[in-house]
């Protein structure tokens, strides 16, 4: 199927970004000469995906099982649970309390013996280039899903930070300087008829139009607005930092959701990123 698909802000050749169509997310990789704003036609395996996901949903439903969430746990929470053969961690919802009982869902195919689960890190790397971060010991990742099912297609006006420019309230850009420096600075307001933000310097407040630029991130901007499974709805997150490091092969990222928890070892088709689109004419 033929779409008509606009390139993203801070995408350039090469770089990947998602799109959505008729319920289901593909990739796209930028060809060369192409950049920002610029609309290429793609060519979506529409029919192929359709029927890959019909397969999918001919596969056993998926063992449930029941837990008590344990001491000194809560919302948030990543736990270790134990299942026969297999241990694996999933996430505490958000008001649960300790001795409360939780129904998850066994994993098909990310299963470990007892021995070769690592424990999760205290913290998360703050320099995946440095030794530390290098020995620090990583969580089993999220089982990653080959096809993702949309929850829909959203505009970015539902994003409570979104605005109609090119930058999101409370992004961390960088702001051009009279002495020919890009300084880092956090989006505070925009304002629609001038096309304007007001953002926040380190020392002092400046209202700037032209000289505002995004921080790339490995193939996302900095803050940049994404939505992430939590469980099985898809909830708004915001792209925090990229990590190069041997938990995969194209490097994960970190992600903050809005409840402040943040998220790490996500792979970039883990990012759900919610793109306009238009039929061609």
């Known amino acids: 199927m033929l779409l008509q698909v606009e390139t993203p802000a801070g ?20 060809p060369d000469g192409v950049h920002e704003g610029q609309f290429i036609e793609v060519d979506l395996p529409l029919e192929e995906a359709q029927q890959d996901l019909l397969a999918d949903t001919d596969a056993p439903p998926p063992e449930l099982l029941e837990i008590t969430v344990p001491p000194n746990a809560e919302g948030g929470a990543e736990i270790l649970v134990e299942h026969g053969a297999l241990q694996f961690y999933v996430t505490v919802p958000a008001g649960l309390v300790a001795g409360d009982l939780l129904t998850v869902e066994v994993p098909l195919a990310t299963g470990h013996d007892l021995d070769e689960v690592p424990p999760l890190p205290s913290k998360a790397p703050a320099d995946p280039t440095s030794a530390e971060a290098e020995d620090e010991v990583k969580p089993l990742r999220r089982r990653r899903r080959e096809r993702k099912v949309s929850a829909g297609f959203e505009s970015w006006a539902s994003f409570p930070n979104g605005t109609t420019g090119k930058f999101d309230r409370l992004q961390e850009v960088e702001v051009y300087r009279t002495d020919g420096t890009w300084t880092p600075a956090t989006v505070l307001t925009h304002y629609d008829a001038s096309d304007t933000y007001d953002v926040q310097l380190r020392d002092g407040q400046i209202n700037e139009s032209d000289g505002l630029r ?57 990012l759900r990123q919610v793109q306009r689109h238009r039929e061609p004419s």
Not at 20 to 29: D, P, T
Not at 230 to 240: G, P
Request: with cysteine; net charge negative; proline share 1%.
């Open 214 to 270: 995004h921080i790339k991130v490995g193939g996302f901007n900095k803050h940049q607005a994404v939505k992430v499974l939590d469980q099985k709805e898809w909830v708004w997150a915001r792209v925090d930092d990229f990590y190069l490091d041997d938990s995969s092969m194209y490097g994960t990222y970190s992600a903050e959701l809005l409840d402040g928890r943040k998220w790490y070892f996500l792979e970039a088709s883990d």
């Open 11 to 30: 995408v350039g050749p090469g770089d990947l970004f998602h799109i959505e169509h008729s319920g289901l997310l593909f990739e796209i990789c930028v």
